[in-house]
């Protein structure tokens, strides 16, 4: 399959090239991150109409099987995180949604991008995202996290996420739940609350917190460690993975 360009007719192998090369030449410090980001978004957009023109293309996530290797190793995880809280021992998982292939890619794409221009590229980690009450959640795994997606906190507008699954479940949609990967790169510990902030204190990428919406919930941390938030402030920098149903 092709694309009709300006320029010409590119297959999907030479789109593949094209993104392989362009994060190479990131990592050697030979490509601007701004450039980089607007080219594989290019890239990546056409080879998504591409697959439209060709009535290929599959917007629908993908069910992961109970028994699923892949579905047991999401509940294990999930659940030595959990039953460690009395009241939550009982919990169980009974559905996990992942993107197809072909958006899995696309997002990842931009999401790599995005990290080797961290201050630490290696610094990615597994974490819950605090947010999708308003029923997002579907939409953010099908899509990705949009700047629509930033949020209000008192620590600033940007995304949060959590160690802990039991401390996002208090922003998610009820019974669900999504697990994402986060650039956290270079970290600053901020204990001043500010609502405005919108980006990064200067040398980092991200800030990890203590409570949020302390009023709300009702709780005071006291920096508790599973109590902790990271809170990125481009959506570019996480990408969402799993998508939890769960009952308790």
Avoid: W
């Amino acid at each position: 399959a092709v694309v009709s360009t300006q320029s010409g007719h590119y297959g999907r192998g030479e789109y593949r090239a094209q993104v392989r090369s362009m994060l190479s030449r990131l990592k050697s410090g030979n490509e601007d991150i701004d450039s980089a980001e607007n080219q594989i978004m290019s890239l990546t957009l056409m080879e998504s109409k591409d697959s439209l023109v060709n009535g290929q293309y599959d917007n629908a996530n993908v069910i992961i099987r109970v028994g699923e290797e892949e579905f047991i190793d999401i509940e294990d995880e999930f659940r030595a995180a959990v039953c460690s809280t009395p009241s939550y021992k009982s919990i169980r998982i009974t559905t996990v949604e992942k993107q197809n292939a072909k958006k899995s890619s696309m997002l990842q794409n931009i999401f790599k991008a995005r990290c080797n221009a961290l201050r630490d590229p290696n610094l990615v980690m597994k974490l819950y995202y605090c947010g999708g009450k308003g029923g997002t959640l579907h939409r953010i795994l099908r899509d990705g996290f949009l700047p629509k997606d930033m949020v209000p906190g008192d620590f600033g507008i940007g995304l949060y996420f959590t160690q802990n699954p039991i401390r996002a479940m208090q922003y998610s949609e009820p019974g669900l739940l999504l697990m994402c990967e986060v650039g956290i790169g270079m970290a600053e510990s901020v204990l001043k609350i500010d609502q405005t902030r919108n980006r990064p204190p200067v040398g980092y990428d991200s800030i990890l917190t203590g409570e949020r919406d302390v009023d709300h919930i009702g709780i005071y941390s006291h920096q508790r460690h599973n109590e902790l938030q990271y809170l990125v402030f481009d959506s570019k920098q996480a990408v969402p993975s799993y998508l939890v149903y769960f009952t308790i």
